[in-house]
């Protein structure tokens, strides 16, 4: 699929619709900060702006989430249940959705994005109950968030902690967090405009892709 030029996306961010969800498609529209949001076909495919965006190295940990990673006893793993923790995120009941934007199709694309090593999981579990998680995908040095589940408290705050960890160790520049939100506002994400968020982009080629599996060190 030829896309539009991202910067000719509305005021919402649309951009284009149709399409399919094969491997390649979705590696041309994450490489230029484009997703796919939709409930029922067609495809509709999103560059929203200003762009919502959290640097690793700059994540923001309370005093009282500081004292959680102290004394918790939830414990981290990474790709070890991808497509259940889609699934979790799937269940996740959100303001002003009737229905989930995560449907059968999109579990099976980005679980195919999996297998290819692109797509990547961190899982929280309490003893062997997964309680919260997030997923995305990573592409030269951005990871492109694309949701989150807690059923605990605090659950969702340390995987995203844990996750910025992980990129930081790895070199990566950026977390796309898509939208904005209270919740990744007050860990530290920021507002790019399009412009700057598409120079990020733009440079983000030069980088090559770290693909595989993440291993738990």
């Not at 997703?35 to 005093?63: A, D, G, M, Q």
């Not at 979790?88 to 290819?116: D, F, P």
């Not at 995908?137 to 705050?157: C, P």
Request: glycine share 6%; proline share 4%; hydrophobic share 40%.
């Amino acid at each position: 699929m030829i896309f539009p030029h991202p910067l000719l996306s509305k005021k919402d961010g649309f951009l284009a619709y149709g399409g399919d969800l094969l491997p390649e498609t979705i590696l041309t529209a994450y490489r230029w900060g484009i997703f796919p949001w939709y409930s029922e076909p067609p495809i509709l495919w999103w560059f929203t702006h200003p762009r919502c965006v959290l640097i690793p190295k700059k994540v923001k940990i309370s005093k009282s989430m500081r004292s959680f990673l102290k004394k918790n006893t939830l414990h981290i793993t990474t790709d070890q249940c991808f497509e259940k923790v889609v699934k979790e995120c799937a269940q996740v009941k959100r303001q002003g959705q009737e229905t989930t934007w995560i449907s059968e199709e999109i579990i099976e694309a980005y679980s195919n994005m999996h297998k290819l090593g692109y797509a990547h999981s961190i899982e929280v579990w309490d003893d062997n109950v997964l309680v919260g998680g997030l997923y995305g995908l990573a592409l030269g040095k951005i990871f492109y968030g694309e949701s989150m589940f807690s059923k605990v408290s605090n659950a969702s705050k340390y995987a995203l902690i844990s996750l910025c960890d992980i990129l930081d160790c790895k070199g990566f520049h950026l977390i796309d967090c898509q939208q904005e939100t209270n919740h990744i506002i007050s860990m530290g994400a920021e507002l790019f405009s399009k412009e700057k968020f598409f120079k990020k982009i733009k440079n983000n080629f030069q980088f090559e892709d770290l693909v595989g599996k993440w291993v738990q060190k």
